[in-house]
C-alpha cells in the first residue's frame, strides 16, 4: 500500500536548523506533487512549501528564504531544509503527497499525508 515516510524534526533554538525528509513508499505510478504543511496549537493547518514535477516551488511569504525544498530527480522523496528558524515556526509538519496509483485497467489520483513529526523552536 503507498504511503507517506517522514523523518526529522525536533528541538532546536532560535536560529538554529533542522531538515525534514518525506519519501513515498509502496507501489505507484507517479507522483504529481508534493508539500510540507504545518499545524501549530490552536491554528489551522498551513501550506509551508510545495513542489510539482517540473521542480517549481512554492512558498509561503513568511519561510522565503530561511526554507528550501528540493527533490530527487524523480520527485518520490522532498527534503525541507529550514535554516533560521524562529520561535512562530513550532509546529506539527505534515508531508503530503498526489500520486497516481495504477492497477490493472484502473487509474487513482491519491492524496496522501504523513502522521507529522514535531519542530518545536525554543527562543
Known amino acids: 500500500q503507498v504511503h507517506l515516510v517522514e523523518s526529522g524534526g525536533g528541538l532546536v533554538q532560535a536560529g538554529g536548523s533542522l531538515r525534514l525528509s518525506c519519501a513515498v513508499s509502496?507501489?505507484?505510478?507517479?507522483?504529481?506533487?508534493m508539500a510540507w504543511y504545518r499545524q501549530a496549537p490552536g491554528k489551522q493547518r498551513e501550506l509551508v512549501a510545495s513542489?510539482?514535477?517540473?521542480?517549481?516551488?512554492n512558498y509561503r511569504p513568511s519561510v522565503k528564504g530561511r526554507f528550501t525544498l528540493a527533490r530527487d530527480g524523480t520527485l518520490n522523496t522532498v527534503d525541507l531544509q529550514m535554516n533560521n528558524l524562529e520561535p512562530d515556526d513550532t509546529a506539527v509538519y505534515y508531508c503530503?503527497?498526489?500520486?497516481?496509483?495504477?492497477?490493472?485497467?484502473?487509474?487513482?489520483?491519491?492524496?496522501?499525508w504523513g502522521q507529522g513529526t514535531q519542530v518545536t523552536v525554543s527562543s
Open positions: 513542489i510539482v514535477e517540473s521542480g517549481t516551488t
Open positions: 503530503n503527497a498526489e500520486v497516481t496509483v495504477i492497477n490493472g485497467p484502473l487509474k487513482t489520483d491519491l492524496p496522501l
Open positions: 509502496g507501489r505507484f505510478s507517479s507522483v504529481r506533487t
